[in-house]
């Protein structure tokens, strides 16, 4: 295993670091209070599109993209070079857009870039590539465990050039984004189809009738500016073309789009956890009950220590994926793509939480970024899978490594 | 240690349990859709003082009271008696304000009935057993760890026949209550005094010139109706017959009013942990992805199982709090009663979490219960003081009952 | 609940106390000393007798039984007053065969109580009532989960008036007991039967050809005094009298038995978990690394405390299963039974594992009793049946109390 | 960060896998046997030579040490090519020695090699080189905490033109080994000087007159073979040539000699935990109560997953600390020599007591080597210096990382 970081990915990370500093963790304050000021939690505030035209200027803009000749923005990082940037980003829940780097877009624009044609590709790709609109992808659906894909219930049905769609998704990403533009929507066209045949993807522009974004969905009382809906599709009638790939190449798609994301939340959550350890560091220094500081009590110390000691874990379990995803491909890399996924949300959640702790009750409201962090933390517990689908399959991937033939 | 329910007890929690089935959950959906309506989370929805009617019809209100004689409404019931009823009420957020058994109003109606002059007793103590007003206790301030409660810094200083009150509280809950009518203030009236003379508490009449309620702060995101304020108090005059007990008696004041008032979260948490694992019980066994339910499973099981002994255990705990209070006084039971402040919140948080873990993304949302749960456990482990302050007092109790002359 | 202790019990409490520290806990090392002496941990040490004539003067024998008809040295307690006494015995392994109330002969007498002929009574329940001799119970084998009591493949076949034994049995304690005498077995009369009428159970003198202790098993390098047995039957006949209340019975007397034997393991382990936390805090107070005591170290109390909470917390859980079974008997007391079986140990063990980190690497060692106290309440997670099987049981009765009609 | 193995690296771990597989783990029973057929823990048995024959045969001999000048077995390996070696070998506790790289000659050697004057080396390295003799290393007393090293009391006094040593020490590895030749004893020459040059370290050969091993220290109830001593010296003369570098010279000895200990202790530990994963994925196939394998309970697959996923991290993070030993130095290494030193062995204790768990209450016994390697697992969380400790370090380097300048 080789992590050594090229010259261009460590000259990015301090450009990056450097826009972190200089705007994008003084923006947070600003982007709260536009929210504010506009009493609308959805608001696009400005300072989000002073912050990308920065990136843009500054060359930070486009970086999980893996190809390089898909647009001139895009400076086509492998997974190794791109995991330090994510976990930069990661410090503030600002930073992903702001660069353009953000889920779900990002996740869309490598089907796109991947399995689109041509028109989808000029249609949607390039301004989503360009930061011009937003996407969404709507798969999550109520009343199933989605941690079974073959669960999915909305039908896309074909009836002439066009296929109609018939469903209700929820924690469609975005959905609230007033940039919000379209959906990569997965359903089913043949439920009789071979099990991971049944789903196919399609586009669905958002100002297609039919489409009802019926409401945002908060997540421990906070509503995300981008938003989580739940979407009504009712009669949805979009051109066949719209279709990505082709009849019955959903699961395929989902499975490729899958990897990608995880790890890119998982380098995101490490350096959520570092932020939280570094406000946990100095508030452990300036709190004094009793009269001296928190940071010289003993169980304090001790969370600090597991803190580092586990951010190091995650963060080299998180390389290793990355860098077995360049080398091998997704697919062998996948008990560690499963690996990081239940392990980086798990430590981070717990140095928040004790984080929160030294920051007495002022630590649970929006005075600090704790609770918010909390929630995201918690909330990737269960993004993508929850932590026990995962478990079971390292699990059996690790009985197979021991194969015991005359078992009863 | 003899915990067996009263003939009188068992039928007010079998009363209580038929409110709460009747009445109580069902009001949920009610108060969440006028407070909606409303666009007002600290709106007082009307569902609330129809509760309020039906419980006072029923006989259940003022439960917590210990004293019979204060008023015709008090049963005067012992902690034992409470303990269960304070568990049924914290099934629901709901409760304990329809009961007239809330926080911080319990613990200012002790204070007033044990320390308030006839005068302070019929203007406040009297409406609020009444359920016509509301009242806040201002004692948490923000900058100062307030587990070291001489870290006060608001001043009550004596001019002429008046006191004057300068300070910054927060966390101060029922600030933003439309019937709030009083806070009960801690302060410094002679900083120079011992330690524990230091302090003293005062009413502070909400429509008294100088007091602006700044904001609410929210809770992991939510704005709890009643509200936890940040109160400024500038140059605010007040009668010094205002003054409760005494100048210096603040802190004792504090402690007598303290031991209850962790009860009683501690029974309410239990109760709040019970419903948790009935959620969870349910939703494991309405869920079955991959084809069998998560009931099923033995991890969901284990947690099950834990959840059990957890709760059999903290409820135990809990009422041997109550039963050393009711034998030998609040005093003689800190031991018990920082314990089960420790216990019980801890318990409670993980069950939830578990709970939200069976129920999906759907867990972290306004569909169910839940993410408020998890919120309000959480912020127990901080709220009367951190889990670490009383750790530290359990600790040392014990250090000195294994004396060791010729240590080190 | 109402776990009043009588004046006897309280007598016997203070009495016992005193047997503890002016006999038992002075002979630990002199026993350690006796069977170094004897280069044979199986040694019967004679200070063992010496503790057991003083425990019958002072009327501190048989302690455990619940019937008082049955012997003149028995007072007949119930499960309530017997508790406090059991966690008392606990605080020192020589304790429990000091007052004849050690496992499994406590288990045997019951039975032999409930079960024997007047002829069985005659010959083995006096003499071990008396503490004249010592019994073992053979029940669990290797090669097969005794979680499971259907799994036991050891054969009692009829011939004539004789029963025929074979099998192969481990775990058997006091199998290498100089005073044993007999095995009370279980196995299959009628493998064809009924899933719980297939076993039965049959006393088996030691003496009796094809009877054969094949090693002793020690416990993480320990081997116990008593010793557990892997025991061989090859043909072992003994008369067909020697069966217990009858053909097929064997299950239905075990559950009988190990209700109590659970509860009796559970307090002592309550008395075991108390010494480790005493231990650890005289050993904190008296090491001083880095020029301060280490009980003044956060990470220290909080462990302390911990300890205290959980340790309450088990000892009401244990009390409440007593007072279930006192009240309404063993098998309602079912779902608390398995609880304090999995959370008594579980606790303790961690207990022993701070002790052991306060006292540095020779609490790994002979110098202490914590290496022993953790091998012990290590095994106590298996003992009776792993934890796992006891969460089941517990997860599906909670299970039941949310039926949920309609679920898919 | 680069953890290539080199081609040289990976050829040796093949062999040693091996060597392993063919030689060492099958000689695991025949140790055991030959130990119990002398009668005597601490026997040499006769396999061992001839493992060490094997070893040194195949070329896997002295792999630790990283001069390749010093003798013609050693091939001079960096730490990140040592580390997956270390890891193989620690699947087996006889494997360290068959091939050299035990403890604590491994770290005598390398203090003999950077320290010792050529007569020195000629006398006690080569022998060690060689295999033939062992080498204790006496530092840690009884009554002292050891993790404060300026809390040593043993003297070493100059007399003439010899030095005399008194004091007392414990754990002193391979004290009961036959082959013992020579201790290294880190005692104080100066009390008065400063704090970090009061010690000095000196050979001490075992047949000086006043040396006496006390006795072993039992670990759980183990004999380890090559023991654990407690070493009294009493009057020891030895010559003044025998001091190593210098007086005052003993603490900077023990920090060189520290860091390549803690890493290779942690890279067994990574074996240990691989084996113990690996005995519970085979059992848990093996075992079926109630008709199904245990393997397929998913609590158990819960257990196995995140056994992997901790695994993956521990190993991982030995690699970086190992990688940074390499090129920028042990002591820039600190905080990861020290993470790791905390980290390993906590994984691998909860993995072999889950092991356990599932093994039944065979686990606990000689018949499987759960229970050593538990042992083992424990010890390391206190050999080299309590977790605590390491915690404390670590977490005073990370909040010098966040200073805050205006802390009160």
């Known amino acids: 295993m080789n992590i050594e970081q090229s010259e ?12 972190m500093d200089e705007h994008v963790l003084p923006a947070e304050a600003v982007h709260a209070e536009q929210l504010r000021a506009a009493g609308d939690p959805h608001h696009h505030a400005p300072v989000m599109e002073e912050l990308k035209a920065e990136a843009r200027r500054r060359g930070l803009w486009n970086l999980f993209h893996p190809h390089a000749d898909i647009h001139p923005s895009v400076p086509g990082l492998s997974n190794v070079e791109y995991a330090p940037l994510a976990e930069i980003m990661g410090r503030s829940f600002l930073a992903p857009e702001a660069t353009n780097c953000n889920a779900p877009d990002t996740g869309n624009m490598e089907v796109l870039t991947l399995f689109g044609t041509p028109e989808q590709q000029e249609r949607w790709l390039h301004p989503l590539l360009e930061g011009e ?39 469609t990403t975005n959905a609230l984004h ?16 071979d099990r991971h045949r049944q789903q196919s993807m399609i586009l669905v522009p958002l100002d ?8 945002n969905l908060p997540v421990f009382g906070f509503d995300h500016t981008e938003g989580h809906g739940e979407v009504l599709f009712e009669n949805v009638r979009v051109p066949a073309t719209n279709l990505i790939a082709g009849e019955g190449e959903g699961f395929a ?48 110390q001790d969370w600090i220590a597991d803190a580092r000691i586990e951010i190091e874990m995650i963060r080299l379990l998180t390389m290793k994926a990355a860098w077995l995803m360049d080398t091998v491909g997704n697919k062998r890399a ?8 239940v392990a980086a949300p798990r430590v981070a959640q717990e140095i928040v939480d004790r984080a929160m702790q030294v920051h007495g009750a002022g630590g649970f409201t929006e005075d600090f970024p704790l609770a918010h962090m ?35």
């Open 8 to 19: 261009r990915s460590q000259d990015l990370q301090q450009r990056l670091q450097a826009f």
């Open 133 to 171: 609109i937003r996407s969404a992808f709507a798969m999550t659906e109520p009343d199933v465990a989605s941690s079974d894909a073959t669960n999915i219930s909305t039908r896309i049905e074909r009836d002439g050039d066009a296929y109609v769609i018939n469903g209700r998704k929820w924690w």
């Open 178 to 193: 007033p940039n919000l533009r379209c959906f990569i929507l997965m359903g089913k066209t043949d439920p009789d189809a």
């Open 208 to 215: 297609t009738p039919g489409v009802t974004v019926l409401r």
């Open 253 to 300: 798609i989902a499975q490729a789009r899958l990897g990608p994301g995880r790890i890119h939340h998982a380098m995101r959550t490490i350096g959520l956890a570092e932020r939280a350890l570094e406000l946990l560091c100095v508030r452990a220094q300036r709190r004094t009950p009793f009269g001296k500081p928190i940071a010289a009590r003993a169980n304090v």
């Open 334 to 341: 996948r008990t560690e793509i499963a690996a990081i996924k």
């Open 374 to 408: 909390y929630a995201h933390a918690r909330t990737m517990r269960m993004v993508d899978g929850p932590d026990e689908v995962h478990r079971m399959q390292i699990a059996r991937d690790e009985l197979r490594r021991h194969p015991v033939p005359d078992a009863a």
